[in-house]
Every structure is written in structure tokens, then in C-alpha cells.
């Protein structure tokens, strides 16, 4: 157990100052013991000289140090030379000292009390201000400064409970987060899937309507549900592979892969698109540029980000993929030539449900964003470079991902 420095010091400190109080009172009474006897001796030896002149000092030393015949001459008397003294004069100087030790005991045994007292106080509001800061914990109130400088092991208690009260606030305001931005992404879920609904429920009714409707128009409703529908299921598909990254359920299954089958496969996925708009994709990467990745999921990523560049491009356009690898890094670049975008839009480009200025109208502002957390988790990087009226370059960084 640990007790706090500044006690342990005081109760140190006091236990010294006792010692040696008494030591310096244990001189002093001997001091006195020592005068008051060398003195009786000296009258008494100076007596002996005068009235007894053939006794030799020799003899007189002799008879003070004979202890056995001391012992039966103070007998006699009623004195016993093992607990009393001789002396009136030292027993009333041991009585006095007596008396000055009884005080000095007392006066460090009520300072010892009254250090024992403060001591207890300070841990009993020690553990009150625990016990405080535990309700507060429990109402939710993580505003509280527990940190403490001293190492006993309440303050240590207590420090631990600050850090533990640092991540419950954390946590909460976590969970807040995630519990507004849950609320955020439904209602942009609801509002992403209302659009094309309504949309397929009105063609719909003119389609029911109308049985007599021209095959020209029957024709296009049917293509535009069709092209809603792929929408909704693009949707679809693409949060649920965003909800397996948020609760950490996706595991890559890295290998090494050719880089330039990555960016074909790319293009396969993005054919009809292209060929819609007729725009052009073209491959330029090395047959010797290997990434180890998961096949899968990198060419999910890639082709979010080639589908974006073709729908913002010109009819008649390209969209170039290139390639490098370099000691550090293997690269892709995605560049355009359509409408560009300002710095607003190059912000939050990444962002769920984020739609752009030059967005199509059958975008649903997840792709990009699916893309990037793909890469991300691949320890890749994605940036953006436009300007408006010029294009867009897409860049892709794999980092420490090389193998030779």
C-alpha cells in the first residue's frame, strides 16, 4: 500500500524530532546525575580527609567502588542501590525528568493523533470525492477533472478512474456521433431510394394506364425503369459492402495481381456505361506491375472511380488509365477530359451521398466514397486534381505493398 509523500514526510519528521528530544533529555539527566554525584562525593571525601587523616585516598576510592559492601551498608537503610539512588538530589532529579519524558511522550503522541487524524481526513475525501465522481459518472457527466500529482493508492485509484472517465466520454461522444450520422445516412438512404421509386411507380402507372401506348414510348419508360432499377440495386449493393467496412467484417485476401488486369477488369465493368456515352477507356500499364492485393475488392474500387470519370465526360472523349511502380509506391491515375470541378466539390468528393455541381442525374454519391475506404483499407491512398472546363485526374497510391 502507498501513503501519500507529504504524510509519510510529516510522520517521518515527528518520529525523528522524538528520538532526539529524547536523547538530548537522556544527556541533560545525566548530566545532572553526574554533578550531583561527583559533587556528594566530593563533600563526603573531603569530610573523610578531615576527620579521618590515616585514611588513604587510595582506600577511599576503594570503598566507593566496592560495590558489595556498598550494597550491604545502604542495606541497612532501607536503600537498594539497583532502583533507587543514594541520593535525595537524583531521586528528585529522576522524578523531574520523569515527568519531562511523560510530557514529551504525551505532546508527540497527540501530534502522532493528530497526524494520524489529518491523514484519515484526507483519505476519507479521498475516497468521498471517488465515490463523488463515480455518481457523476453514472449520470452521465464526464466534464471532471480527477487528476492528481501525489502516488497513494487512492490517488492512483483515481487517476485510473480519469483515464477511464476520458474513454467513456469518448465512447459517448462516439456513439453520439455514429448515432447522428446512422440518422444522417437513413434519411439520405430514404431520400436516394424515394427518387427512383417514385420514378418506377409513375412509369408504371402510364404504362398501365395506356395499354394503348405507342411502342416508342412503352420502349423508353421501360429502359428508364430498367436504368432505375440498376440504380437502386447499385445502391443497394454498394451500402452493404460500406456496412461490412464500418463493423470491420471484411477480410482481403491479398495476392500478388497483375496491375494491368486490375485496370481491364475495370473497364469490362464500366463497358456498357462507355459504350453509352461513347467515351473511350484506354489501358496504358505494364504487363511486369504487380500489386499484392485482394483481386476483388481493388477492381470494386477502381471501377467506381473509372464509372465516375465516364459519366462526366464528353461525348466522343477518352479516359486514360495509367500506371507506374516505383520503390515506394504503386501508382494509378484516372484522368478525363470533362467538366472539372472547384474546390467545393474536391472537398467532399469522397463523401457519402455527396453530389457534386456536375453530378449526373444518376449518380447517388456512393461510389467514390465506397472506392476510397476500398483503398484505404489496402493501406492506399486517393486523391483528386481538377479544374473546372479542363478534367479530372484520379490518383491512387499503394504504399509498402511491392513484392519482387
Known amino acids: 500500500m502507498k501513503i501519500n509523500r507529504k504524510y509519510a514526510a510529516v510522520f517521518a519528521g515527528l518520529v525523528c ?3 532526539t528530544a529524547n536523547i ?17 562525593l566530593g563533600s563526603l571525601i573531603a569530610e573523610i580527609q578531615d576527620k579521618y587523616p590515616d585514611v588513604s585516598e587510595t582506600d577511599i576510592i576503594q570503598i566507593l567502588n566496592g560495590e ?4 550491604e551498608l545502604t542495606s541497612k537503610y532501607g536503600i537498594d ?24 511522550i504525551l505532546i508527540f503522541a497527540g501530534a502522532g493523533v493528530v497526524i494520524f487524524r489529518r491523514y484519515q481526513k484526507y483519505e476519507n475525501n479521498k475516497i468521498n470525492d471517488i465515490i463523488h465522481c463515480l455518481e457523476e459518472i453514472n449520470q452521465k457527466n464526464y466534464e471532471l477533472v480527477m487528476d492528481s500529482n501525489d502516488e497513494s493508492d487512492l490517488a492512483i485509484l483515481k487517476n485510473e478512474l480519469y483515464k477511464t472517465t476520458i474513454m467513456l466520454k469518448e465512447e459517448s461522444e462516439n456513439a453520439k456521433k455514429d ?3 446512422i440518422k444522417t445516412s437513413m434519411e439520405d438512404i430514404s431520400h436516394q431510394l424515394k427518387t427512383p421509386l417514385t420514378s418506377i411507380s409513375i412509369m408504371l402507372d402510364n404504362l398501365m394506364d395506356d395499354p394503348d401506348m405507342d411502342q416508342t414510348t412503352r420502349n423508353e419508360f421501360i429502359a428508364d425503369i430498367k436504368r432505375e432499377t440498376m440504380n437502386i440495386n447499385f445502391l443497394v449493393q454498394s451500402l452493404l459492402k460500406l456496412s461490412r467496412f464500418d463493423i470491420n467484417s471484411v477480410e482481403f485476401n491479398n495476392q500478388l495481381n497483375s496491375l494491368k488486369d486490375i485496370a481491364e477488369k475495370a473497364v469490362q465493368n ?61 501508382e494509378v491515375q484516372i484522368q478525363d ?33 465506397l472506392a476510397k475506404t476500398i483503398i484505404k483499407n489496402n493501406n492506399g491512398t486517393v486523391t483528386v486534381e481538377s479544374e473546372e472546363g479542363t478534367g479530372t485526374t484520379f490518383t491512387i497510391r499503394y504504399m509498402n505493398l ?3
Open 17 to 19: 524530532i522524538f528520538l
Open 24 to 40: 538530548i533529555l537522556f544527556h541533560y539527566e545525566s548530566e545532572q546525575y553526574r554533578k550531583s554525584t561527583n559533587a556528594a
Open 68 to 71: 558489595t559492601k556498598q550494597q
Open 81 to 104: 542501590l539497583a532502583n533507587d539512588s543514594i541520593l535525595l538530589q537524583n531521586r528528585s532529579i529522576t522524578d523531574k525528568y520523569y515527568i519531562y519524558s511523560s510530557l514529551l
Open 179 to 181: 448515432k447522428s450520422s
Open 270 to 330: 464500366n463497358a456498357s456505361l462507355s459504350d453509352l456515352r461513347n467515351v473511350n477507356v484506354t489501358v496504358d500499364v505494364s504487363d511486369q506491375i504487380y500489386l499484392n492485393c485482394d483481386l476483388n475488392w481493388q477492381v470494386e474500387a477502381v471501377s467506381n472511380i473509372v464509372k465516375d470519370s465516364v459519366e462526366h465526360s464528353p461525348d466522343g472523349s477518352t479516359v486514360r488509365i495509367k500506371g507506374r511502380q516505383t520503390k515506394l509506391y504503386t
Open 337 to 369: 477530359s470533362g467538366s472539372g470541378m472547384d474546390e467545393e466539390d474536391k472537398k467532399h468528393i469522397f463523401e457519402r451521398f455527396y453530389k457534386g455541381k456536375n453530378a449526373s442525374k444518376d449518380g447517388v454519391g456512393i461510389g467514390l466514397s
Open 402 to 404: 511491392l513484392e519482387n
